[in-house]
Nanobody, 120 residues
């Protein structure tokens, strides 16, 4: 299983970025996937996840600003991030556990991460 993130960068507060995560090494593209982030000196936190039925979950701090989506034909996960804040600065990772529904602790495979930096 290989997960490759892209789309990170540096933006000013209020700006937008779209992260992508290309998945390979498994055949069922319906598996749930999630986005996580880790800022320096902080624990990794779950940002958003999407299950096989299309249901989504978001951490409270990004609700209304971030949107997770998935293109099963391309086996690619996305995270549209709008109204970015300096507190969103972190390394962002995608992950999957090769399950149809995600839950805490279910993620087994991780990408290498893509850096997002938001300046005030």
């Amino acid at each position: 299983v290989q997960l490759v993130e892209s789309g990170g960068g540096s933006v000013q507060a209020g700006g937008s970025l779209r992260l992508s995560c290309a998945a390979s090494g498994y055949t069922d593209s319906n598996y749930c996937m999630g986005w996580f982030r880790q800022a320096p000196g902080k624990e990794r936190e779950g940002v958003a996840s999407i299950n096989s039925d299309g249901s989504t979950r978001y951490t409270d701090s990004v609700k209304g600003r971030f949107t997770i989506s998935k293109d099963n034909r391309k086996n690619t996960l996305y995270l549209q991030m709008n109204s970015l804040k300096p507190d969103d600065t972190a390394m962002y990772y995608c992950a999957t556990g090769l399950l149809y529904y995600c839950y805490t602790g279910s993620y087994k495979y991780w990408g290498q991460g893509t850096q997002v930096t938001v300046s005030s």
